[in-house]
Nanobody
Framework: QVALVESVGGLVQAGGSLRLACVLSTSIFNIRSMGWYRQAPGKQRELVATMTPAGLTNYANSVKGRFTISRDNAKSTLNLQMNNLKPEDKAVYYC????????WGQGTQVTVSS
């Protein structure tokens, strides 16, 4: 079973930046497409960014141009750099495979104040 541990998020003002990291117990992203998801209060979980084993990335329209997904093979870490944050980015963020079929971690809270 691959474990997912998301780093602590935080509180940031609108326009600010945060970097999230997801530590995996194995370098699964060498063989599986991985993704960052978020779930805002009262809403369904949504996929916001993905990365294939080849390094190809894709983003939801709502975060395109502001968020960047990356990985660190040496550290078995999947990262999400979030710039120009908006209040609507407030959510609990999770990492998982792009199909979401691994056991979900606890996620990390990101709060953006206006």
């Amino acid at each position: 079973q691959v474990a997912l541990v998301e780093s602590v998020g935080g509180l940031v003002q609108a326009g600010g930046s945060l970097r999230l990291a997801c530590v995996l117990s194995t370098s699964i992203f060498n063989i599986r497409s991985m993704g960052w998801y978020r779930q805002a209060p009262g809403k369904q979980r949504e996929l916001v960014a993905t990365m294939t084993p080849a390094g190809l990335t894709n983003y939801a329209n709502s975060v395109k141009g502001r968020f960047t997904i990356s990985r660190d093979n040496a550290k078995s870490t999947l990262n999400l750099q979030m710039n120009n944050l908006k209040p609507e980015d407030k959510a609990v963020y999770y990492c998982n495979t792009a199909s979401g079929n691994m056991l979900w971690g606890q996620g990390t809270q990101v709060t953006v104040s206006s």
